[in-house]
């Protein structure tokens, strides 16, 4: 069964520092690109980031370009986000995903960021 | 980059069906989509992957009252025999070269 548990969310000031953790079981976690999606609740779905295999192909939405950081560590089959300067408007839920095209989710790990 | 328009609500009786619609923009109109249903104070959930062709997969564990099916630029989202548990969100996404598009999502009201 293929699983994916985010952690790490929490609650934050504005300009601090938070670092997110997915660890994946199930599959060959080194085989697939994966992907970090954000909610505001209430909102739709924000694509954040995405790796592929190797680390060697990313991409981030504007929004969060220069502020987030995405990495992956296949041996411990884990992924990453690296949140710097948050802002009050990167308060959401925040979901990492298996694949470009998305075929799996976490549950979702909850950022609140406010002073 | 591609454009997901989609609708933002739909109702439709229990046990009926209803057609879901993702609209791709004109410059990738033949882009592979994917949907994704959203329960209520649930994560998303991974439907079906759906081509140009009409051609669609349904992801593991998804009852076979989902399918999929497409007309140029429009890519639907099709369930029948509804049932209570089918009221949720529904988003489709496409993907391109390190960046990925949501639609806006549609809220499904089973009546």
């Known amino acids: 069964e293929v699983l994916l548990v985010e952690s790490g969310g929490g609650v934050i000031r504005p300009g601090g520092s938070l670092r997110l953790s997915c660890a994946a079981s199930g599959f060959t976690f080194e085989n697939y690109g994966m992907s970090w999606v954000r909610q505001v609740p209430g909102k739709g779905l924000e694509w954040v980031s995405s790796?592929?295999?190797?680390?060697?192909?990313?991409g981030y939405a504007d929004s969060v370009k220069g502020r987030f950081t995405i990495s992956r560590d296949n041996v411990k089959k884990s992924l990453y986000l690296q949140m710097n300067s948050l802002r009050v408007g990167d308060t959401a839920f925040y979901y990492c995903?298996?694949?470009?095209?998305?075929?799996?989710w976490g549950q979702g790990t909850l950022v609140t960021v406010s002073s | 980059q591609p454009v997901l328009t989609q609708s933002s609500s739909a109702s439709a009786s229990l046990g009926s069906s209803v057609k879901l619609t993702c609209t791709l923009n004109s410059r990738h109109s033949t882009y592979i989509i994917a949907w994704h249903q959203q329960r209520p104070g649930r994560a998303p959930r991974y439907l079906m992957k759906l081509e140009y062709s009409g051609n669609y997969n349904r992801g593991s564990g998804v009852p076979d009252r989902f399918s999929g099916s497409s007309s140029g630029a429009d890519r639907y989202l099709t369930i029948s025999n509804l049932q209570s548990e089918d009221e949720a969100d529904y988003y489709c996404?496409?993907?391109?070269?390190?960046?990925?598009?949501f639609g806006g999502g549609t809220k499904l009201t089973v009546l």
């Open positions: 996404e496409t993907w391109g070269i390190n960046t990925q598009v």
């Open positions: 995903a298996r694949g470009d095209e998305i075929d799996y």
């Open positions: 790796i592929n295999w190797n680390g060697d192909s990313i």
